[in-house]
């Protein structure tokens, strides 16, 4: 932060080849935390992008001092880069949304609202009452297959399990030991909170149509990554590893 204290919240945004879209995202993020009077900054990760994603960052940033930009170079996925991201973040509080203009921007201050009754996270749901999901049909398939099996399998008590909307308390996060590379993190952190005894809610969000480009997501990738993080760490859970051992 410009005056040297540290920020109350730390927006990571992920963006790999989003040059069509980063600049409007990231404008109203700035509008939203200008216009609430957020103590924030956001960390912008240029993931390995061949396009002028990281440039267009790297222009933003010189405007606006709350703007901290990570370049990576080699091994691209959004878990990797979220995991950067988290590194060097410095609030109380961090909040992750898709820099595909899927996320809306305008909505951070309901999940800060939420965080403030005592959860440690609170993730962005699609499929409860007041939420929505605008996209192609298997995206849904896969989402609402997740919440279920996650339910299934670790008796995860809300109603999506693989939201990358979310705001966590740092303190928290960085307990957690996250591995995921790809989309499977959106899995691996809500489940580790769950597991962890943590106190997670949610909220609904209204999830839009992407911007310009295309999605990385694929479903044959993801699908048993997903499953194997789910039953991986209830194993853990169960066998008394010692990631989730106390104290």
Not at 171 to 199: C, M, R
Request: glycine share 8%; proline share 5%.
């Amino acid at each position: 932060m410009p005056n040297g204290k540290n920020p109350e919240y730390s927006i990571v945004i992920p963006a790999h080849n989003e040059e069509g879209n980063i600049l409007p995202f990231v404008t109203r993020i700035i509008k939203m935390a200008t216009s609430n009077r957020l103590s924030y900054e956001i960390i912008a990760v240029d993931d390995v992008s061949s396009d002028n994603t990281g440039k267009i960052m790297d222009r933003l940033s010189d405007k606006f001092p709350q703007i901290r930009v990570i370049h990576r170079y080699a091994n691209n996925g959004p878990g990797n880069a979220e995991r950067a991201g988290f590194a060097i973040a410095r609030g109380k509080w961090i909040i992750t949304l898709d820099s595909d203009l899927s996320h809306r921007p305008e909505e951070i201050p309901d999940f800060i609202a939420a965080a403030n009754k005592g959860f440690d996270m609170v993730i962005g749901s699609r499929f409860v009452l007041g939420g929505s999901m605008d996209g192609p049909a298997f995206r849904l398939l896969l989402s609402q297959s997740c919440a279920f099996a996650a339910k299934m399998i670790t008796g995860y008590p809300l109603h999506d399990a693989s939201s990358g909307y979310r705001i966590m308390r740092t303190s928290a996060l960085k307990k957690l030991n996250l591995q995921s590379g790809w989309f499977e993190i959106h899995t691996e952190i809500p489940i580790k909170f769950h597991l962890h005894g943590y106190k997670v809610g949610e909220i609904p969000i209204q999830y839009e149509r992407r911007g310009e480009g295309q999605s990385k997501l694929t479903i044959f990738q993801s699908v048993p990554k997903y499953l194997g993080i789910m039953i991986t760490e209830k194993w853990k859970r169960m066998t008394g590893n010692k990631e989730y051992k106390k104290g």
